[in-house]
């Protein structure tokens, strides 16, 4: 991207934080305490199902992006105080996504300070989501059941890194390694694809087959796994320094550049997408986008060669640039209280479908923030 371009791009960023926090100062003070997941016809307060309680951490994640970055107390208080309200979720054994709980809130939050009593939650978190390891098959059990193993898992398992690192606990390391190296051998394919669960054998740990939830099959690509995928991969790197994982994180985000058109916006699943061709539309998956742009970025940056890192930024900053035109960015839509349209929760339960989804939200914003933070570095 040119440099006139990118400085344009950087303009609308500042006009979506601006967005950004108006949403997020109404959807706060109209609802105060409350953790939605997904808008319903464009209004987040409804009493749909949620399926699993995985994302309250995003909210706060988002207060935390903003209160770092306006150095305003009114910001600063209402991120401590959503992320207080997580707290009791430290022990939670109920869910695998303890690292979506935690990251963005109580290590953003210890990181600013140092107080080594935030440190302890964000230990506490890693040391309960640890306790999902299944010996046979050496994997984190998903939510689901003992059996079942989630790419989205990919994403939490950073908490258990960052715990092992913090305690020097060579167990907890050897958890969180297993884990990625069994989801490396078991859930992504030969050509960078990747399922979204697979089944194992409780008695021996046998590998059974690939399954899905929230994909079209078990044998097709879900877009959101996949960016799971691609920006997991690259954080496991960041933390084993083991070049397979760089490896794997870029052959899913090649498959993910490769498979959607040059805009940077997925289907929810490739594969159905290509069957329902002549059937009727295919609704985008913007969340999946936000998520890849972190990840490409990510991953530019661990790259040494300076001509295939640029490929992925591009890539993120064209994504980009589409998730902040008209269509995507909600500014010009009367009354919808999201920031990010037309993502997808649930397609299978038809739930949060052509919706704002709050992780949207959320990656979103990191990806402006990281854009805006690396315009004035450069
Ligand atoms: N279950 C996590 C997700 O919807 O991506």
């Known amino acids: 991207m040119h440099d006139g371009a990118l400085t344009d791009l950087v303009q609308k960023a500042q006009d979506a934080f601006d967005f950004a926090e108006r949403q997020l100062r109404r959807l706060t003070t109209n609802h105060p305490g409350y953790f939605p997941l997904f808008t319903k016809n464009g209004r987040w307060h409804h ?11 995003f909210l706060g994640g988002m207060l935390w992006i903003v209160a770092r970055r306006s150095q305003d107390p009114w910001w600063r208080e209402k991120a401590e105080e959503y992320s207080r309200l997580i707290e009791y979720r430290k022990t939670d054994r109920n869910v695998h ?10 290590k953003v939050w210890f990181e600013l300070t140092s ?3 935030l440190k302890e939650t964000v230990l506490e978190a890693g040391k309960t989501l640890a ?22 898992i990919m994403m939490n398992v950073e908490l258990i890194f960052y715990t092992a690192a913090q305690l020097g606990d060579r167990l907890l390391y050897e958890i969180a390694l297993d884990h990625c190296l069994t989801t490396r051998r078991f859930l992504v394919r030969g050509d960078g ?18 399954s899905t939830h929230q994909g079209w ?25 083991d070049s397979r994982f760089l490896d794997t994180a870029r052959a899913c985000a090649d498959y993910f550049i490769e498979n959607t058109p040059d805009h940077g916006i997925p289907p929810n699943d490739w594969d159905e997408a290509k069957h329902m061709v002549n059937k009727g539309g295919t609704a985008y998956e913007s969340s999946a986008a936000a998520i890849a742009v972190c990840g490409f970025l990510q991953i530019a940056d661990q790259i040494e060669n300076q001509g295939v890192a640029c490929r992925y930024r591009e890539r993120a900053w064209r994504t980009l640039s589409t998730l ?14 999201g920031i990010l349209k037309h993502g997808i929760y649930h397609k299978r339960k038809d739930i949060g479908v ?18 805006t933070r690396f315009r004035f570095s450069n």
């Open 47 to 57: 009493h749909s199902e949620s399926w699993t309680h995985w994302c309250e951490g």
């Open 97 to 106: 996504d303890l690292g979506f709980l935690f990251l963005p809130t109580w």
């Open 115 to 117: 107080e080594s009593s």
């Open 131 to 152: 306790l999902r390891f299944q010996r046979n098959g050496r994997y984190l059990r998903s939510f689901v059941a003992p059996e079942s193993l989630f790419i989205d």
């Open 193 to 210: 694809s990747t399922a979204h669960e697979g089944i194992f054998s409780t008695e021996t740990g046998e590998f059974l087959h690939q």
């Open 217 to 241: 099959r078990g044998d097709s690509c879900w877009a959101r796994g996949q960016a799971w995928a691609l920006f997991g991969f690259s954080t496991t790197y960041a933390y084993t320094n």
């Open 324 to 337: 902040l035109s008209s269509e995507f960015l909600a500014e010009r839509t009367p009354g919808w209280e």
């Open 354 to 371: 052509d919706e704002s989804v709050m992780w949207g939200d959320y990656f979103l914003l990191y990806a402006l923030d990281r854009l």
